[in-house]
């Protein structure tokens, strides 16, 4: 059974940081790679970001430059640096898991995906 863990997020003022980890556990089939999402209140599930299995980083233009994703293969850990937060940062962010037969050059429209429980992010002025 396949199981994705964040942790990590907190309360931080406009400007700091935070570190986002996900621990996943378990076979994944024919993994594609991984990326994170967020969801603010009132609003539709957002990607962030995607780490594909060659490597290729992709992150949405609001995050570019500020956050940067990355991944430890060998403790089965993604992780997200989050730098220079704003307010509109604010979600519950999610990590994720792609998988297909034939993997997309857009690792996250993969028909397959496995999704951590997410962890609060809150940013304040």
């Known amino acids: 059974q396949v199981q994705l863990v964040e942790s990590g997020g907190g309360s931080v003022q406009t400007g700091g940081s935070l570190k986002l980890s996900c621990v996943h556990s378990?076979?994944?089939?024919?993994?594609?790679?991984m990326g994170w999402y967020r969801q603010a209140p009132g609003k539709e599930r957002e990607l962030v970001s995607t780490?594909?299995?060659?490597?290729?980083?992709t992150y949405v233009d609001s995050v570019q430059g500020r956050f940067t994703i990355s991944r430890d293969n060998a403790k089965n850990t993604l992780y997200l640096q989050m730098n220079d937060l704003k307010t509109e940062d604010t979600a519950v962010y999610y990590c994720?898991?792609?998988?297909?037969?034939?993997?997309?050059?857009?690792?996250?429209?993969?028909?397959?995906?496995?999704w951590g429980q997410g962890t609060q992010v809150t940013v304040s002025s």
């Open positions: 994720a898991a792609f998988s297909a037969l034939s993997c997309p050059r857009v690792v996250s429209i993969s028909p397959y995906k496995y």
């Open positions: 780490i594909s299995n060659a490597g290729t980083i």
């Open positions: 378990g076979r994944i089939f024919a993994p594609c790679g």
